[in-house]
RNA sequence: GCUCGGAUGGUGGAAUGGUAGACACGCAAGACUUAAAAUCUUGUGACCAUAACGGUUGUGCGGGUUCAAGUCCCGCUCCGAGUACCA
């Protein structure tokens, strides 16, 4: 009997989904174990081979820790909100939701066809109103909260309307836009809207006007994560500052604990890193400046040790200072400097970095000195970034060094010994020089000094600050969730949580309104009941993959985003596989989201991902034939040489180990149809690249192709089998066939000629130790996410014991269980000609036994002088004076000690004995 | 610039400080076959050498630690990824 992948596949899927073998309950005796995909956007374009990878892995050890009687919960859904759908609607006028029911139907098939053990059930999309209920109602969680930096905890704002009304803003430490200070009586006297205003300087999400990144192509500002290099992520269209008033989520009152969190997950050092980085802690002080006119600043510097070295001040460009401090005399340049900075683009800021800057006319006084300090404006300092103004060191920043050489300011240098005549001394080392009280300490004693001194002063105050930004929260789309929000004389009101969730309207075209409104603008009827208008934009991608690991839990619930029962039982996700690129984004979104719904008591978990993996990119690998200039004549590769060529890209479908179909080549465009071949061994042997894997070079491998010629069994082997799983490496399918001649293997051990050909004799003591070594090294691999070598490790044991002919019942039986994970549809197969009548996904896995793995002898590397020279084979129990003197009186050794006796004999058990000589 | 990875045969890749190159692809030879495909067997880092044995060398480069280094330490080169006027 042949091994007919196809339909064995076939008939297995369909039992799965029939005997729902994947569905999973909260079962209170098992352990459970979560392990979850970072769900797809489901695009047009289908799966390709690589996006597979970390499902397949994920796949494995889901169903290893089944076997291991586990309750394994491994859900799939889809990250259905996003532009790509919305440009093909703006284009076709096909409503996103149709092309994305579309895609969703499309990304089912070949996910199905590959063999997943999701529970269906579960699925969630983010477009689904039951679902999305849930994200509007956590926005409106947040919209009633605020955040107590004492606590370190989001609190109900009601019960901050309680103290504002008793005791005012006193003595209270709040996350906000900007400190506001005011007495009881005070609130007590202002009015509702007052209140409203105030109130919205705390709450976690929050309307306010800031610096976005404003993208004019896609119509909508875009969070700095979905911005890299000045272009937007998304379509890599020029991105511009704009200031706009604007939904936000107060993440930078959650960076303390997004940092110490990492210390509490199981991730890779590079990831942590790069979270860390985003996060940007930075010690350091504020401190206060005062203007000759009186107007007070504040600054933020991590160097307070160099503030004998200040010789000027700068603020950015977009600074509200700039207005107050600039005197009447600089008003016209500082307007137009201004204006020409705040037409770029956020790339051509990048792109330009020449030194422009203006004088504002005002001079602040020096802390310590008094001395007058000139008050500059410059791109060069961000309004985004600390209090939007510094004071400018030359001597030691290399920025203000080139700002001060190119405006002939003084430099004065701190350090003893430094030289600055060409740049400056940026390094936190060395003794300091003209610094006062500080002179004679080392830089890093200086710090604290210089902070000590300032807090005594009152001249400012220690503070930690952050880089992590709050999340801008509103786009001028369509496609997203409408906000739960409508507006009462401009100010506004969450709707009640009854009448969740806020459905998104229908609009008669994608496009913004004539008056410049987002897309939501064209809906009728978009107001409450009583008329009060609704809001216009609509909620970002992150906003829906935030919270989604939790929806899984209870998928199905409309009471609550998750049930406490099933929350506490499924706790949170214990292995997470996807991608780097959410490092910054969704990675840093989902925990805070999820670190707000564990301080509102939603979710019992801090982190909601305790290990994470993420896989490695596949690349494209291009497949080149060689045209000869002027003709249609093409020259297989190692003949190439010999003519004047072009490369051209071949469709890697056309192409086997190298070799290139011809015929498949001439009916592949009607340009070939005559082509003529040169062949080297009768074979067109095409050149090769590693390239992003994309239509235009001709590299797509779609996965449904492979299942089709190989089965889904040697997909999912081959993927693991390509190398380590967190690795980036191309698509190659030469090597294929090695695996898929491993599964014909085991096949045949089972079937001879037509019949199964299994005994139940007692199995050997060689072919139980082949599968002993196979189930240890398996279950220390799948532990480790080594699935590359597992698969080695099987193609080892089936070789030994096609060597030996093993056909007995209880080897293969558990050959097949450990093969599971891996090739599902083959393992349960075998698994019911071996008689069982449940699915091979219920059985147990199976613990090795060291016995079996005892060698009576090994075989000992003889070196001299640490080079190895020949071996002999030692009983397992030799004592070390038995293997000295056997080694010593051996005849090859006598050539290498040369008459002479050796200084020492090393001897490392089971392994290696080195004689020193 | 900074941070983090990486560099091993023709190729993908294995190697708790202990026989480098497992396993697989490819290639070569052989078996089967009218033939091809498929399958099976054997060989396959490089160099030297032989009737046969054997030897030398070898994990990007230069040093070091060790009886013993792909692996640990110091200094480079190159490649990849992320990030960037963050005060």
């Known amino acids: 009997m042949d091994y007919n992948f196809g339909e064995i596949e076939r008939r297995w899927q369909q039992y799965w989904a029939d005997h729902k073998t ?96 999701y529970d269906w059930d579960r699925e969630v999309r983010t477009c689904d109103p039951a679902y999305y209920k849930w994200t509007q109602w956590a926005f409106i969680r947040m919209f009633q909260s605020y955040y107590c930096n004492q606590a370190q905890q989001a609190r109900p704002i009601a019960e901050l309307v309680e103290v504002f009304s008793q005791q005012g803003s006193e003595g209270l430490d709040l996350a906000c836009n900007e400190p506001m200070r005011f007495t009881a009586t005070e609130w007590n006297a202002m009015s509702e809207r007052e209140q409203q205003v105030i109130l919205m300087n705390y709450r976690i999400a929050y309307l306010g006007d800031t610096m976005v990144n404003w993208c004019p192509q896609l119509g909508t500002v875009l969070a700095n994560d979905e911005v890299s290099e000045g272009l937007s992520i998304r379509g890599g269209y020029p991105v511009e500052q704009k200031k ?59 160097r307070a040790d160099t503030i004998f070295g200040v010789t000027f001040m700068v603020l950015a460009p977009e600074s ?44 602040a006084a020096h802390p310590f ?98 880089r992590l930004r709050d999340a801008i929260f509103s786009r001028q789309r369509y496609w997203g969730e409408p906000f739960p929000i409508y507006y009462k004389e401009g100010m506004p009101y969450t709707l009640p949580e009854e009448q969740l969730p806020l459905e998104l309207p229908e609009v008669d075209k994608f496009l913004p309104t004539e008056t410049g409104e987002p897309p939501l603008g064209r809906a009728k009827n978009w107001h409450t009941e009583e008329g009060y208008p609704l809001e216009l934009n609509t909620m970002p991608g992150f906003a829906g993959s935030s919270a989604y690991y939790l929806r899984y839990m209870d998928p199905h619930n409309d009471e609550a985003l998750v049930s406490a029962q099933a929350n506490s039982y499924w706790r949170n996700v214990d292995l997470y596989i996807g991608g780097t690129e959410h490092a910054t984004g969704h990675l840093v979104y989902s925990r805070f989201w999820n670190k707000f719904l564990f301080d509102i008591g939603v979710a019992c978990e801090e982190e909601p991902f305790r290990k994470l993996v993420n896989q490695g990119m596949i690349q494209g690998r291009s497949n080149f034939v060689y045209r000869i200039k002027g003709s249609n004549r093409f020259v297989s590769l190692n003949l190439k040489d010999e003519h004047e060529v072009t490369p051209i890209h071949v469709d890697v479908n056309m192409v086997h180990n190298d070799i290139l179909d011809l015929e498949a080549f001439r009916n592949w465009n009607p340009e070939y149809k005559t082509a ?92 139980l130790k082949a599968l002993h070594k196979l189930i240890k090294k398996v279950t220390s691999d799948i532990e480790q996410f080594s699935f590359n070598t597992s698969v080695s490790a099987f193609m080892i044991c089936a070789n030994e014991l096609t060597a030996m002919k093993c056909r007995n019942r209880s080897v293969l039986s558990d050959l097949v269980v450990c093969l599971a994970p891996f090739a599902p549809h083959i393992a349960e197969e075998l698994w019911h000609a071996l008689g069982n009548e449940s699915s091979v996904c219920d059985a147990a896995w199976p613990a090795w036994n060291e016995e079996y793995l005892k060698e009576d002898a090994f075989p000992y590397a003889i070196s001299f002088n640490g080079k190895s020279r020949f071996v002999i084979e030692f009983a397992a129990d030799a004592s070390r004076e038995e293997i ?28 290696i004995v080195n004689v020193v000589i």
Request: some cysteine; overall charge negative; hydrophobic content about 35%.
């Open 369 to 466: 000195t008094g001395e007058p300090l000139p008050i500059w404006i410059s791109d060069y300092v961000l309004a985004g970034y600390g209090t939007g103004a510094i004071m400018a060191v030359p001597a030691h920043d290399s920025r203000d060094y080139a700002f001060a050489r190119h405006f002939s300011l003084p430099i004065v240098p701190l350090i003893e010994g430094c030289d600055i005549s060409e740049e400056s001394f940026d390094a936190k080392e060395g003794v300091m020089i003209n610094s006062d009280f500080l002179n004679g300490l080392t830089v890093k004693e200086a710090i604290p000094a210089a902070i000590d001194a300032v807090e005594r002063r009152g001249l400012g105050y220690r503070k930690i600050n952050y």
């Open 676 to 767: 003529e071949f040169i062949l080297e061994d009768g074979k067109y042997i095409c050149g090769w690249a590693v390239e992003k894997m994309s239509k235009s070079m001709f590299n797509v491998v779609n996965p449904d192709d492979i299942v089709g010629r190989y089965g889904a069994d040697t997909l999912r082997l081959y993927e693991m089998f390509l190398g380590p799983l967190e690795q980036s490496k191309p698509w190659d399918t030469n090597g294929i066939d090695g695996v898929h001649r491993f599964l014909r293997k085991v096949w045949n051990l089972f079937y001879q000629e037509e019949t199964l050909a299994i005994t139940d004799e007692e199995p050997s003591r060689e072919a």
């Open 22 to 117: 994947y569905r999973v309950t909260e079962e209170k005796a098992k352990p459970k174990f979560y392990v979850l995909d970072m769900f797809p956007y489901p695009s047009g374009a289908g799966l390709h081979v690589g996006h597979p990878l970390g499902y397949i892995a994920s796949d494995i050890f889901s169903r290893f820790k089944r076997l291991q009687g586990f309750n394994v919960l491994h859900p799939m859904g889809y990250d259905a909100y996003g532009l790509p759908a919305e440009q093909y609607a703006i284009q076709t006028g096909q409503h996103p939701a149709v092309t994305t029911e579309q895609n969703i139907t499309r990304y089912r098939e070949q996910l199905d066809k590959i063999g997943f053990s």
């Open 244 to 302: 706009m008033r604007q939904w936000c989520l107060r993440v930078s009152a959650y960076a303390p604990r997004l940092l110490e969190g990492l210390e509490q997950v199981a991730w890779s050092d590079s990831l942590k890193e790069t979270q860390r980085n985003w996060i940007g802690r930075s010690e350091g002080a504020v401190m206060h400046f005062s203007t000759t006119e009186g107007v007070s600043f504040d600054i933020f510097t991590t």
């Open 884 to 911: 000295e003197q056997a080694v010593l009186a051996h005849p090859g050794s006598q050539k290498w000690l040369e008459g002479k006796t050796p200084k020492k004999v090393i001897i490392v058990p089971n392994k």
């Open 320 to 363: 509200e200072l700039v207005e107050q401090l600039t005197t009447p005399e600089q008003r016209d340049a500082v307007k137009q400097y201004i204006r020409k900075t705040g037409t770029k683009t956020e790339r051509e800021r990048i792109a330009d970095r020449s030194v422009t800057g203006v004088f504002s006319g005002a001079y």
